[in-house]
């Protein structure tokens, strides 16, 4: 299984970049993919997610700015945000995992990440 994440890039404040991720392998469908980001000197963060089910979640800090969205008929994930910040500035990285039972996954991939840098 292979998760490659590409969109990232330089955009000034107020402006947008939409993440991609694809997925290689059969686990797309199963799988709740997320968007971490990891910001210099920080830990990693979880910024949405979204649901085999389609059921998604944001971080507070990026809630009515972003948008997490799956294709699974192109097994990618997408996460669309708009009206960055420079405080978005971090490496991003998309996941994919399976939780079975509390604290027990059946999997949990990561892709490379992907730098977005917002200047002011």
């Known amino acids: ?3 490659q994440a590409s969109g990232g890039g330089l955009v000034q404040a107020g402006g947008s970049l939409r993440l991609s991720c694809v997925v290689s392998g059969s686990i797309f469908s199963r799988s709740r993919m997320a968007w971490y980001r990891q910001a210099p000197g920080k830990q990693r963060d979880l910024v949405a997610s979204v649901t085999s089910r389609g059921t998604t979640n944001y971080a507070d800090s990026v809630k ?8 699974n008929g192109k097994n990618t994930v997408y996460l669309q945000m708009n ?3 420079p405080e ?3 490496v991003y990285y998309c996941n994919a995992d399976r939780r079975v039972a ?7 991939y990561w892709g490379q990440g992907t730098l977005v840098t917002v200047s002011s």
Do not use: C, M
């Open 1 to 3: 299984v292979q998760l």
């Open 64 to 71: 009515g700015r972003f948008t997490i969205s799956r294709d």
């Open 83 to 85: 009206s960055l910040k």
């Open 88 to 90: 978005d500035t971090a």
């Open 102 to 108: 509390p604290d027990v996954w059946e999997f949990d």
